[in-house]
């Protein structure tokens, strides 16, 4: 058996992958997400990333906040059953880790606090909450902002076996042309001891990484802790560091110093979001790939590859998404990179449709042998 990352991300958010939409009975709901674990156990996966706090919600029975309305449609309504507590234990009888998957700061995808359930922390605590690009968000400047989502997702921490807490690339919102993320009055108290709000905003988010950190490490001492960022820390036009690409910057437009994290271990896992095929001149994906090998070596974070499997056979995308061994050739670049420890796919709903065959093409050029899952075993 090999050791290495085989993963897929289930995500929730607007019945993406699960449930296949909204109001289906608990039965059927439970039904769906069996299917994508069964699936990934066949395909020779070893891991689901599971989002379980898709808007500042959540898919268990938590006392901070409500319901999911990818559940039943009702934000706040009882599904009747317990999906993270069932994916938890279908998943660990079918030899795969379960990483928890939570977004930090998203609210909603539309910018009226009235459509929150009427308990809705937003809505008791608006002060909390910052309007932008058509969606609300909490503001990761306030420290009972930080202080509240760790609060929300340690309790699903405490009550379950989840091998991983997993956070995706949203912290601050990415940037949106000609609107401002308005948060002067935080920055007003507590940006004081920074040069300039780009900084304070870092800090906010280096925060928000530690301290999450820390208190899984607390509670669930087996449990580690990972983060998929966009696939770019910065550009080697801006800094000498930085990546061969010339693309958005997550530590300059995202507040999200990826790189740091790595180095100083703060994370026990990253799976930068390499989206990109192999030859696209704006972000390459094998450039990338090296770079982030280069910036894992003799840390004790591990390293693993974030492939978009969506991507394969959309007309929409660049003509070698349309070749069903694009994926495999970015499998066969990170064996020449010992640090890449594996590959996660997005996202499950592409595992099962698999338009042009790249999946299986990944499968059977690489997973002939099966893979053990890196906690447990």
Known sequence: MVAEMRGVWLATVANRDWPSRPGLSAADQRAELLAHLDRA?????????????????????????????????????????????TAVEEAHARGLELHAWFNPYRIASHTDPAKLVATHPARLHPDWVVTYGGKLFYNPGLPEVRAFVQDAILDAVEKYPVDAVHFDDYFYPYPVAGQTFDDGEAYDTYGGGFPNRAAWRRNNTDLLVRETSARIKAIRPAARFGISPFGVWRNDTTDPLGSQTRALQAYDDLYADTRTWVRKNWIDYIVPQLYWNIGFAAADYAKLLPWWAEVARGTGTQLYAGEALYKAGDPAQPAPWQDPAELSRHLTLAQDHPEVGGHVFFAAK????????????????????????????
């Open 350 to 377: 592409d595992v099962a449709a698999d338009p042009v065959g790249a999946m299986a093409r990944v499968v059977a050029d690489h997973y002939g042998q099966p893979a053990r899952t890196l906690l447990r075993d």
């Open 41 to 85: 156990a066949d395909t020779g996966l070893n891991t689901v990333i599971f989002q379980v706090r898709p808007t500042a919600d959540a898919l268990w029975p938590s006392p901070y906040e409500p319901w999911s309305q990818y559940l039943t449609g009702t934000q706040g309504k009882h599904p009747g059953w317990d999906p993270l507590g």
